[in-house]
């Protein structure tokens, strides 16, 4: 069996993201687990790079690693005293929920295996920054306004929750 | 007035009517619309007579049909003939001169009113069952008099024996009733109608077959051996005796009992139409007329005697008339002179019959008793009474010039055909002659066997011997009417068939009153003259005397062979009833409490147990799966993420959901334990707020 | 193309894990993170290999970015809320729906 370097890369980037994720769901601080969540995001964001699409990695980077995390960060400031204990960070439902899972697991895997895919060999478009750009002005130019919406109104909504009451 | 006959009948229930719903209270009023009605009737009848005599008997009908179906024709009419019109008068004379008799006889009765109601109502129903003009109407008047004779037999019903008597004649008419109704049922039936003149045009003409004519005409006379007390039913007149006096002669003596004797006058047709029929009747009549006349030989109650002597004069009558029915049926232009002999012998029986009843009432009335053991030389306090009574004898002994002798002679006269009926009559002719005498001997004549009663004696007022007085002269002359010599007498007007002419026959009426004379010179021998004693005759005649004087034993017989039996056959239908059917009933009734017992647990272990179980089983089962309403987001998440992975499982691979759910279950029911295990411990966990 | 998918399956499965079980509300909202980015993993996997539209898996796999920020925002938000009135965020002691 012979290793592209892609190839290498991809499980490289595979068993960080797995690993890291894994940490991200058990670590017992949670301070800890938003930090294995950037790194799995990162991660991903190679994945992305991995499959031809640049624009998505680096939105992926911006929005996640650079939003989203430091999001979660301020939000685990906010609401825990980090110094402090190593409290159980899962419930009692973990037996019940690996099991599950591993079931969701095994049937996800099982159907991909044995679903039969039309593998198109038609390349990429090289610069695809720009592909997307025009499909967004284009194509999809009516979700794209839906979506700037919805970020509307979830920035209106998180105004609106998060505020003391009277303030 | 012919054409207005219809009216007679309602004067009487006019009057009823009248004293039931107006005058109850008021007494004297009463009785006088009462006779004021029956004399009004009387008249009536009277002009109805007279016109029946203008028109020598000529038949009248009028009818009102309401029900014309070929099966059956019912009509409302009457029927008017010489028969009816003379009736017609018996009645009505006789209901006049009994109701006047008891304004003295009944004084102080508190019942007075309700007597007299039921008097109108009794000669409303006797009017109506002689001017009938079909079987229909005649049953229900039948029925009617049955019931006014029950009401007034039991008049007294304080006393036991008069509401028993009451009793007895109700039931044991209704068993001739039976017959009667079941012979008018095989008439409508084969005849499919119930008028006269249309039944006998049926049984004439053929139409009818004989021996259905032989059965109708049986069971018909059934009704009127009920009705006429004729052996074997006859047991019950000597007990009606119980109701007042003068009832007993209005309607046990000259009217009602005289009823059986109409029908089968009326009906002579029918009974003509078979011979063997008609040998019944006359048979029955004769055996009757034997019985009684033994029997009222040894009687000690005066009004026993007379109520056996009218149950033999009422047999006589039908035998006239059954012999008559069998020299028709044998030869239809006979000359027998039955028909006319019987219904003769019907209207003057009834004048000297209830002129001794009214005589017999008038010396109860005197000395308050009804044995004439304790009677004797009332002759000399009671004049009229006496005379009257004496005449009546005389009159049913058949002595010449009476109105009884002409009868009783065409009786006689009847049975020429028949030299065994001859025999009998004339032996039953001298016995009658011999019990009246005896009767009259012992009462009126001799010296007084109880001074006290004797001392006690008087004459009845006048309201009593006006009508005895009256009765006394019909008893003489009401016989002249059919005098032999007369062409246009009696038996022109009262005829069946054709006119018919009799000639004396003097052979015949020297040999019934030298009958009858010997008769009374008997009973003078042996009551009068004291000659001959009576209680030697008795001793000498000791099996024979039994007999007699127990009335041949009817009673006990009766008692033996009916009514013990029906009443042990009741015993054993009550033991029946008692221990069977209260037994299935109470049983049932057992099993019915067991049964809702058992329902009853059956609904509060199984049916309440099935609810409360379904609600016991919910309540747990909701109890179980309320953990699964845990209030956790995740465990919600996780209970659907399940499902959804157990769903695609079992889609893909059954065998393998098995495993997936007896995984699942294990780590539920682990999880579960280990929490409950865990509470404690989860309990003392810090918060993260510390 | 089977590896891709297969990553994104277990990374997905271990997101699923992570909203079943973590306690902390954050640590919830962090899962859902990597079960958005499993999906975004098979959503442009899917446009390499399977093709079809011209970057419709990328595209969409940026409105699912996009998404997911704005869940993210207000999710936060309501966790700070939870944080306010119930001095705490453990899901599994908010459970004023338990019977």
């Known amino acids: ?167 | 007035m012919l054409e207005k006959a219809f009216f007679i009948p309602f004067y009487p229930l006019l009057a009823f009517l009248v004293i039931v719903f107006f005058t109850r209270w008021k007494e004297k009023l009463s009785s006088g619309i009462s006779i004021a009605m029956v004399l009004l009737g009387f008249l009536h009848s009277l002009a109805v007579l007279i016109a029946m005599l203008g028109r020598d008997g000529r038949p009248l009908e009028l009818a009102y049909t309401f029900i014309d179906h070929p099966s059956i024709k019912l009509e409302l009419g009457m029927w008017i003939d010489g028969l009816t019109a003379v009736m017609l008068m018996v009645v009505t004379i006789v209901s006049s001169c009994v109701q006047i008799y008891s304004l003295g006889y009944m004084k102080d009765d508190p019942r007075w009113s309700r007597y007299y109601s039921y008097l109108s109502l009794f000669t409303f129903s006797m009017l109506g069952l002689v001017i009938a003009n079909n079987f229909f109407m005649i049953f229900i008047f039948w029925e009617l008099v049955g019931l006014t004779s029950y009401l007034l037999i039991g008049f007294w019903f304080e006393k036991k024996s008069a509401s028993d008597a009451g009793k007895k004649a109700f039931i044991t008419t209704r068993i001739g009733d039976l017959g009667f109704i079941v012979g008018l049922m095989i008439l409508v039936a084969y005849a499919g109608t119930l008028n006269y003149q249309e039944v006998f045009a049926k049984v004439t003409s053929g139409a009818i077959p004989a021996n259905i004519i032989a059965l109708a005409g049986v069971f018909v006379f059934c009704g009127a051996v009920g009705k006429s007390a004729q052996f074997p039913l006859h047991v019950w007149l000597p007990d009606a005796m119980e109701g007042p006096t003068p009832v007993s002669a209005l309607i046990h003596a000259a009217t009602m009992v005289a009823a059986g004797v109409y029908l089968v006058a009326r009906a002579m047709t029918l009974f003509a139409g078979s011979a063997s029929a008609a040998m019944v009747i006359a048979v029955i009549g004769m055996i009757t007329s034997f019985i009684a006349a033994t029997i009222a030989l040894t009687q000690n109650d005066i009004k026993r005697v007379l109520a056996y002597s009218t149950c033999s004069q009422l047999g006589y009558m039908i035998m006239a008339l059954g012999l008559y029915g069998v020299d028709l049926a044998h030869d239809p232009h006979t000359h027998s002179v039955g028909y006319y002999a019987g219904t003769f012998h019907l209207m003057t029986h009834a004048f000297f019959k209830a002129l001794l009843f009214l005589g017999a009432g008038s010396v109860i009335h005197a000395v308050h008793t009804n044995d004439i053991n304790d009677m004797g030389g009332l002759s000399k306090k009671m004049k009229i009474t006496t005379t009257t009574f004496f005449i009546a004898s005389l009159s049913i002994a058949g002595i010449f010039p009476l109105s009884g002798f002409w009868s009783k002679d065409e009786i006689i006269a009847a049975t020429v055909h028949h030299p065994f009926f001859m025999t009998v009559t004339l032996l039953i002719a001298f016995m009658t002659a011999f019990y009246m005498f005896r009767l009259c001997f012992m009462t009126f004549t001799g010296e007084p066997r109880d001074k006290h009663r004797f001392e006690h004696a008087h004459e009845s007022p006048k309201s009593m011997t006006g009508p005895l007085i009256a009765l006394a002269f019909l008893s003489v002359f009401a016989g002249w009417v059919g005098l032999p010599w007369l062409k246009h007498g009696f038996s022109w007007f009262v005829y069946h068939g054709e006119h018919q002419v009799h000639h004396p026959n003097y052979i015949l009426m020297v040999v019934s009153t030298v009958v009858a004379l010997s008769g009374i010179g008997l009973a003078y021998l042996v009551y009068y003259k004291k000659a001959i004693s009576a209680d030697a005759i008795a001793e000498r005649f000791k099996p024979l005397y039994k007999l007699s004087f127990n009335k041949w034993y009817f009673d006990e017989i009766y008692d033996a062979v009916i009514i013990k039996p029906v009443l042990g056959f009741t015993r054993v239908l009550w033991w029946f009833d008692a221990n069977i059917i209260d037994g299935a009933v109470n049983g049932s009734g057992w099993l019915t409490v067991k049964w809702s017992d058992l329902k009853m647990w059956f609904d509060k272990y199984i049916i309440d147990g099935a609810v409360n179980g379904l609600g016991y089983i919910c309540q747990a089962g909701s109890w179980a799966l309320k953990f699964i309403q845990s209030g956790s987001v995740q465990f919600y998440a996780l209970f659907m993420l399940g499902s959804a992975v157990g769903f695609v499982i079992y889609r893909v691979t059954p065998d393998g959901f098995y495993y997936y759910l007896a995984g699942v279950v294990i780590l539920a029911l682990a999880r579960l334990l280990s929490r409950i295990s865990r509470t404690n411990r989860l309990k003392t966990e810090p918060d993260i707020e510390g | 193309m089977l590896q891709y998918l297969a990553l994104a399956a277990i990374l997905f499965a271990i997101g699923v894990f992570g909203v079943l079980t973590r306690r902390n509300a954050i640590g919830i909202l962090m899962s859902l993170e990597l079960m958005f980015n499993a999906v975004n993993i098979n959503l442009v996997t899917f446009n390499k290999y399977v093709g079809g539209d011209v970057l419709a898996g990328q595209i969409f796999s940026l409105f699912v970015i996009v998404i997911a920020a704005a869940e993210a925002v207000v999710g936060l938000a309501i966790v700070l809320l939870l944080y306010r009135n119930w001095r705490g965020i453990d899901v599994d002691r908010i459970n004023v729906m338990k019977w």
């Open chain 1, 1 to 167: 069996m012979e290793f592209s370097p892609s190839q290498l890369i991809f499980y490289l980037l595979s068993f960080i993201i797995i690993v890291s994720s894994i940490y991200v769901v058990t670590l017992k601080n949670i301070f800890h687990s938003a930090i294995f969540l950037i790194l799995t995001l990162f991660s991903v964001a190679g994945i992305f790079i991995l499959l031809g699409a640049e624009f998505l990695a680096v939105s992926q980077v911006l929005i996640y690693v650079g939003a989203v995390s430091v999001l979660m960060i301020f939000a685990i400031m906010l609401t825990s005293r980090l110094a402090s204990k190593k409290i159980v960070q899962s419930n009692e439902q973990v037996t019940t929920a690996i099991f599950i899972c591993a079931g969701f697991l095994l049937i996800s895997l099982g159907s991909f295996a044995n679903t039969v895919w039309r593998v198109n060999t038609e390349p990429l478009p090289e610069n695809n920054i720009m592909t997307i750009g025009q499909l967004l002005m284009t194509d999809y130019v009516l979700p794209f306004e839906v979506v700037s919406i919805v970020l509307l109104a979830a920035l209106i909504g998180a105004i609106v929750l998060s505020r003391k009451a009277g303030a």
